[in-house]
């Protein structure tokens, strides 16, 4: 099809507390004793939120080590654990930031295709919907809780299950639930929302669609960093929408350089894709002009310190392997240069942009 | 639930063109040889446009009559017409404006759930979903191409079959299909939306959700009725995302002041709601004075003729039930004038408020 006909996720509920009403939300997907999975990021272990997951019957709390970002192997384990205590399972809850939502994505449509999730990396491989699945962003910037792919390091790439069987049957955005994020942390996610409004806004590929939800998230990424004052419930609340509206204008945008750049850093490096971002948008002045300068008012305005030297004392091989994954991104480089992109990024370029990081 | 768990219709289409997808996007919906059923605004009888329509083996063009807006007995008559011509069908294509795309999910509804569509008209009572349901708007405003209502004039009210099987399975937003809507009926249409914005940024239900997208349609709207120049490819463009935004946005909000006097009008005089809205904004000064003053500027500049006089000689009867319709709309009253709107609304001022009409 000429226009991407877009999967939405099925139910969306907004509110500060609508966590609470999860137990609710979910009674009507329960089949019959098949327990709810909540899968949890690591990072709440221990912690208040835990204690207000509505727990019934066999329902497990899983948590997700989400130190590198999700591997198929991972994924694979996840899902073969699940079938093995139980069988079938009613579904699977994510709970946590992009990573926990992708692999939540994931697990659930394992769970009913065979093989492995390498197998399905790619677009429109996946065979049969998944189980049930919510997902329940607790970091905002990432637009995983909309998006039809949950991005995975495989064996052979780092690529998502791309299909209309991946998106969320139901999220629950709840921005009281990121009120606790690390400040660092909290940015350089918010910034991989803000990041890719600059790259989708600035690129070739774009219709209204996407530029009204790209130009909102933006908007409301420009409030929140650039805005005065403390951080208050209201920039959890916004963000929150910025990463929705950044997730839906993806339908018919298309991220550019700093993403092309980041995945080679992230599949080398295991560097994630918030910071990754950031490190690569700080270098960026040649391609995004006005974003960059922008992106580093909000870097001081914030305190944020984004690492640099990072590429110090790599050898040529792994130069090669950073720069051959990046330009495999072609969708994303045509979108940020034109046609003629690989004219203009040649090896040679991107080495040295790699250098400088 | 305190937080309402917003249905999102399935799948949505947006390029200027994507109308050409159809056959496509319909194919896998088709269940066996039951036919797929078009109904289309009976403006397009005859025109261009119904000539692209892809009908396959019994499919069936049927046209709308929407001079007055949808009525339960019309949706109970085309149901059972469908009913006694196939038995089942694949599914309603709804081609045209809010009457049409309404017309369209309440038939749907209708083909799977007993008795008169006049028994669901409230909140959450029908029972079952209804067939597949596409909604394709060929003019923008109303927002009912993502609304989870359908409104019908009943034989005791005007309310809508409100419920989470209502929602479009698809819809299709393709700006060029609103290219050579009548220039009236457009500005009508589109201040649907741009007045739904004021009614609800102003209220005093909201949040961030129904904020951002409520924002982003009126900025939308702005662009559209205030910018310089003729009208071009890019205000259609513009205009349907304010509508889906538009719609959007009712999810945590509330219309106000114009829409309850309008249901009165409609319901008595069967006044458009485009219009009536309009006719009723025209005199709102002391709830909305911007939204007003503004209004009133892109009225002067597109050139529209709003009708005045219209309650003229109606009787004393006339006037109470249409105030009576109108005060029946408690949520949109509270919204616009908070817990003690009976004491500021009365009965008096209401028929005051109508008699300058």
């Given at each position: 099809?000429?226009?991407?006909?877009?999967?939405?996720?099925?139910?969306?509920?907004?509110?500060?507390g609508?966590f609470?009403?999860?137990?609710?939300i979910?009674?009507?997907?329960?089949?019959?004793?098949?327990?709810?999975?909540?899968?949890?990021?690591?990072?709440?272990?221990?912690?208040?939120?835990?204690?207000?997951?509505?727990?019934?019957?066999?329902?497990?709390?899983?948590?997700?080590d989400?130190?590198?970002?999700?591997?198929?192997?991972?994924?694979?384990?996840?899902?073969?654990?699940?079938?093995?205590?139980?069988?079938?399972?009613?579904?699977?809850?994510?709970?946590?930031?992009?990573?926990?939502?992708?692999?939540?994505?994931?697990?659930?449509?394992?769970?009913?295709?065979?093989?492995?999730?390498?197998?399905?990396?790619?677009?429109?491989?996946?065979?049969?919907?998944?189980?049930?699945?919510?997902?329940?962003?607790?970091?905002?910037?990432?637009?995983?809780?909309?998006?039809?792919?949950?991005?995975?390091?495989?064996?052979?790439?780092?690529l998502?299950?791309?299909?209309?069987?991946?998106?969320?049957?139901?999220?629950?955005?709840?921005?009281?639930?990121?009120?606790?994020?690390?400040?660092?942390?909290?940015?350089?996610?918010?910034?991989?929302?803000y990041?890719?409004?600059?790259?989708?806004?600035?690129?070739?590929?774009?219709?209204?669609?996407?530029?009204?939800?790209?130009?909102?998230?933006?908007?409301?990424c420009?409030?929140?960093?650039?805005?005065?004052?403390?951080?208050?419930?209201?920039?959890?609340?916004?963000?929150?929408?910025?990463s929705?509206?950044?997730?839906?204008?993806?339908?018919?945008?298309?991220?550019?350089?700093?993403?092309?750049?980041?995945?080679?850093?992230?599949?080398?490096?295991?560097?994630?894709?918030?910071?990754?971002?950031?490190?690569?948008?700080?270098?960026?002045?040649?391609?995004?002009?006005?974003?960059?300068?922008e992106f580093?008012?909000?870097?001081?305005?914030?305190?944020?310190?984004?690492?640099?030297?990072?590429?110090?004392?790599?050898?040529?091989?792994?130069?090669?392997?950073?720069?051959?994954?990046?330009?495999?991104?072609?969708?994303?480089?045509?979108?940020?240069?034109?046609?003629?992109?690989?004219?203009?990024?040649?090896?040679?370029?991107?080495?040295?942009?790699?250098?400088?990081?």
């Amino acid at each position: 099809m000429k226009f991407r006909n877009f999967k939405m996720v099925g139910y969306v509920v907004f509110g500060r507390g609508s966590f609470d009403q999860l137990d609710e939300i979910l009674a009507p997907n329960r089949k019959g004793d098949a327990p709810m999975i909540f899968l949890v990021d690591h990072f709440f272990e221990g912690k208040e939120l835990v204690n207000r997951i509505p727990l019934r019957g066999r329902d497990k709390v899983i948590y997700a080590d989400v130190t590198y970002e999700p591997k198929t192997s991972q994924v694979d384990k996840l899902a073969d654990q699940l079938k093995q205590e139980f069988g079938t399972i009613s579904g699977i809850v994510g709970i946590g930031g992009g990573s926990t939502m992708d692999l939540a994505k994931a697990v659930s449509l394992m769970m009913n295709n065979p093989g492995s999730s390498a197998d399905y990396q790619g677009w429109d491989l996946v065979k049969y919907p998944g189980v049930y699945k919510a997902g329940i962003p607790t970091l905002s910037g990432t637009g995983a809780e909309v998006s039809r792919t949950c991005v995975l390091t495989g064996p052979t790439r780092k690529l998502g299950m791309n299909s209309d069987f991946t998106p969320f049957d139901q999220i629950v955005l709840d921005p009281a639930l990121t009120t606790n994020a690390p400040r660092n942390q909290r940015f350089y996610t918010g910034m991989d929302c803000y990041i890719h409004c600059i790259e989708s806004l600035e690129g070739t590929f774009l219709n209204e669609f996407s530029k009204s939800y790209g130009e909102k998230a933006l908007q409301l990424c420009q409030e929140v960093f650039l805005g005065d004052g403390e951080w208050t419930d209201a920039h959890d609340d916004k963000l929150m929408m910025a990463s929705y509206a950044g997730g839906m204008s993806i339908a018919y945008s298309q991220v550019g350089v700093a993403h092309a750049v980041s995945y080679g850093l992230s599949y080398l490096l295991g560097t994630k894709h918030g910071i990754g971002n950031c490190i690569v948008m700080n270098h960026l002045e040649e391609y995004y002009p006005a974003g960059v300068a922008e992106f580093k008012r909000m870097v001081e305005k914030n305190q944020i310190d984004i690492p640099v030297g990072i590429c110090k004392g790599l050898t040529d091989e792994q130069f090669d392997t950073m720069i051959n994954v990046s330009l495999g991104m072609k969708p994303l480089w045509e979108n940020a240069l034109g046609k003629d992109w690989e004219k203009i990024m040649t090896r040679e370029k991107l080495r040295a942009l790699y250098e400088r990081l």
